[in-house]
């Protein structure tokens, strides 16, 4: 029983992680349709980040996650100003390709300046907590809190300010929300953003318990496509419940099955809903 | 459509300097460039059928090189098979792996089918990775021997190999060629223009994918069986998303949907590459940008560029 509650509590924290990086995969996917490929990236741009400014400036791990933030989302950003905005009206495989590009230029110039090694990131955040049994180190309570209030901030964001319900409304309809007055362009900037800040997030909380590695996003955003897949592409509920659940069995198969059981999961989960329902087993109805 | 007379010199000058080639350069090195540019350029055949001609794209497409390569390098170096069998072996199984993932991948279309065969790539590189006994994990299999003589002719020479890889090449552009000039090659154009016309017009557009998908998941496993053969080492490297990525660019520079363009892209970056090779630490942050500005402002690639030329050319000159 120990075993399972310990294990339900790293499922958590990996969940939540899982969940930050599928819903930022799931709002682009909702304003733009494309599958931002270069969305892993972001989440290995913002742990590197968080490395640099605790081992670099030594500043606090608090202050390396907020620049990190800051960081992403200006990347985010440009990236759909610099680019995605280029590619609108033409063939959604044009704008997909783009994003390997910008997927393969952010994991090789990570290469180039922080070599392929794996770097641990320290974390002051080390004391272990027990409970009923089950140790917790703090930054695994810290991953699971933090991950939480930047959900709540999420849906707060979407549904009581005017930026958010835009997003909304060009997610269901995007000739729409522009017949009724908002600057299209501008809220797909914003989601792009914003998608930076969830996987800065992301990157940052789970670097001091993984390592970090240029191409650390690439196994994680496949993850998050079978999430965001499994939970309708768009729909913020369904990334964040499928982040949880894949996360939980993914850690319950590696507990109690095998650990390469556990890595084939994802896999194992999309080709049933592509053979069961390809249209995704939670798609929202229009 | 016929064949212009224009065009047929042009194939048949293109054809006799490729026959030259290592008759006139006498630099092995640059040879051994350009036969692992033709290697790879098979294998984009196949991403340009799928990606050109029906309008998917498939991510799967390192991960079936490498299917190919590692069947192949296994049996021959493991088991002493024959490459004349090996190589026949390698592309069925190709072939029959493509069909399968086929028939859960072609359920979609679209940004699912891209993120289905790119997870296909990711899974086929975990198993060979975690397969050990079999491929040697991380670490690859070395010793694939070059193939067998066949009567008179021995193949262990460079330009012997050179030969043969072009002989393969050549049958590949062929193949590509009189299956898009046939009505199968206008039904896959059809199915990506409009499926939904497509089916109305009584296109099977399903069956339409499967072989196109079949089709090129066998050029990659063709041009992974010769890229194995070649380097004498088969290593994880050859069936990642790295590798679809490289021949996603060399694609889109020569140009989608053009039967010059995957063999015009593959011969100018790979060679561009080697030239640069003092800055190989930065070739995917340069090539990165490279295939994004591609996209951006120069969709059809070299090939699509130098038919812009000619069309301007013949309306000053009409």
């Known amino acids: 029983m120990t075993l399972f509650l310990q294990q339900f509590v790293n499922g958590i924290a990996l969940g939540s992680v899982y969940s930050l990086v599928a819903l930022g995969l799931t709002l682009v996917y909702g304003v733009l349709k494309v599958p931002n490929f270069a969305h892993g990236a972001l989440y290995m741009a913002g742990a590197y980040v968080t490395y640099v400014m605790l081992t670099s400036f030594g500043a606090s791990y608090m202050v390396a996650m907020a620049v990190s933030i800051a960081v992403l989302a200006v990347l985010g950003g440009s990236m759909e100003w610099l680019v995605f905005r280029r590619l609108e009206g033409k063939s959604p495989v044009h704008a997909m390709i783009a994003a390997l590009g910008m997927l393969f230029f952010m994991e090789g110039t990570a290469d180039v300046i922080w070599g392929p090694t794996f770097r641990q990131v320290p974390s002051p955040f080390n004391d272990v907590v027990t409970l009923l049994g089950v140790s917790i180190t703090e930054q695994r309570i810290l991953v699971i809190v933090a991950a939480v209030a930047v959900m709540v901030g999420l849906y707060l964001l979407l549904k009581r300010t005017l930026v958010g319900m835009s997003i909304e409304a060009m997610a269901q309809d995007r000739e729409g929300a522009l017949l009724v007055g908002i600057d299209t362009r501008r809220v797909a900037l914003l989601t792009f953003a914003i998608s930076g800040v969830l996987a800065a997030a992301a990157g940052s909380l789970i670097a001091p318990l993984l390592l970090v590695f240029p191409n650390m996003g690439e196994l994680i955003i496949l993850k998050a496509f079978v999430i965001v897949i499994l939970g309708g592409m768009g729909s913020v509920p369904g990334a964040i419940l499928g982040g949880y659940l894949l996360a939980l069995a993914e850690t319950m198969a590696g507990t109690y099955v095998s650990f390469a059981f556990s890595e084939l999961i994802a896999f194992a989960l999309l080709v049933l809903v592509l053979v069961v329902r390809p249209t995704g087993l939670f798609e929202k109805g229009v | 459509m016929e064949f212009p007379r224009a065009r047929g010199v042009g194939v048949s000058l293109l054809l006799l300097t490729a026959i030259v080639f290592p008759l006139i350069v006498d630099n092995p090195y640059l040879v051994s460039v350009v036969v692992t540019a033709y290697v790879t350029a098979i294998a984009v055949y196949g991403l340009d059928v799928m990606l050109g001609y029906t309008g998917q794209l498939s991510l799967a497409q390192g991960g079936f090189f490498g299917v190919g390569g590692y069947t192949a390098g296994i049996l021959m170096a493991s088991y002493d098979v024959s490459f004349w069998i090996a190589l026949p072996v390698a592309v069925a199984m190709t072939s029959a792996l493509g069909y399968l993932i086929g028939l859960a991948a072609l359920r979609t279309r679209g940004d699912y089918f891209a993120i289905f065969t790119l997870a296909v790539g990711v899974m086929i590189v975990i198993i060979i990775e975690r397969w050990e006994d079999v491929t040697g994990g991380t670490d690859g299999l070395i010793g694939v021997p070059a193939p067998s003589g066949v009567g008179p002719l021995q193949f262990d020479s460079l330009t012997a190999q050179y030969y043969l890889i072009l002989f393969f090449l050549v049958v590949t552009i062929y193949v590509v ?81 053009s039967l010059a363009g995957p063999l015009l892209g593959t011969l100018l970056v790979t060679g561009l590459m080697q030239v640069l090779q003092a800055f190989a630490e930065y070739q995917m942050m340069a090539l990165g940008p490279i295939l994004v500005v591609v996209i951006i402002f120069f969709p059809h690639g070299l090939a699509g560029l130098a038919g812009h030329a000619k069309r301007l050319f013949q309306r000053r000159g009409g």
């Open chain 2, 177 to 257: 060629w009189s299956l898009m000039d046939s009505l199968v090659g206008r039904t896959f154009v059809a199915v990506r223009n409009s499926e939904e016309l497509a089916r109305a017009v009584g296109i099977d557009a399903g069956r339409t994918h499967q072989l196109a998908f079949v089709l090129s998941a066998a050029l990659a496993g063709l041009g992974g069986v010769l890229y194995a053969v070649f380097l004498g080492y088969i290593g994880p490297a050859m069936g990642g998303v790295q590798m679809t990525f490289m021949m996603l660019v060399y694609l889109m520079i020569g140009g989608v949907a």
